[in-house]
């Protein structure tokens, strides 16, 4: 800004003086100080052109977006991965399913026959023991002997007895 405003103060001075001498009259002077105040103007022209231009220059500068930067790099922080640890249903290790597994796969066939044709049992006759065997064996149990009984090992037994026998 110092830089316009100085140069404003050196073209208004200019200006001023030039003002105060074209005040004589012009058939008075000779061709050297007309050439003199053609040079005058014209400098006071071309000087008040080049400040708007730098003026305007200033103002497109003040709004251009911003340049690019280049990104800097930091180190990563390492974490620990965590993987993915299954848990077991709660079905899995139960006394129900300690003593169904404990019988041979004709048997735990059997028992899932049997349950299916009770109604209790809609998947498939495969032996193993799943969330469809625990909900068959535990909807029987509460029909008939209670469902305290598969709480142990030895009152699952007794369910499955009931059964097979």
């Known amino acids: 800004m110092k830089i316009n405003l100085r140069k404003s103060m050196i073209a208004a001075t200019a200006a001023l003086s030039l003002a105060a001498t074209s005040a004589t009259p012009v058939h008075a002077l000779g061709k050297n100080e007309k050439n003199f105040l053609l040079g005058a103007g014209a400098a006071l ?44 249903p709660a079905y899995a290790s139960s006394a129900a399913s300690q003593a169904f597994n404990s019988y041979s796969a004709a048997e735990r066939r059997q028992i899932q026959a049997k349950l299916q044709s009770y109604g209790y049992y809609r998947g498939s006759i495969d032996g193993s023991f799943g ?31 009931s059964l097979l026998y």
């Not at 990104?71 to 390492?78: A, E």
């Not at 469902?147 to 699952?156: I, N």
């Open 131 to 161: 969330p469809q065997t625990y909900q068959a064996v535990s909807g029987y149990a509460g029909a008939t002997l209670g469902t305290a009984k598969l709480s142990s090992v030895s009152g699952a037994y007794e369910v499955y007895s």
């Open 45 to 88: 022209l071309l000087g008040s052109l080049y400040l708007k231009s730098q003026q305007r220059a200033q103002t497109q500068q003040a709004y251009r977006t911003p340049t690019y930067q280049q990104p800097t790099y930091q180190q990563p922080s390492y974490q620990q991965p965590t993987y993915y640890q299954p848990t077991q």
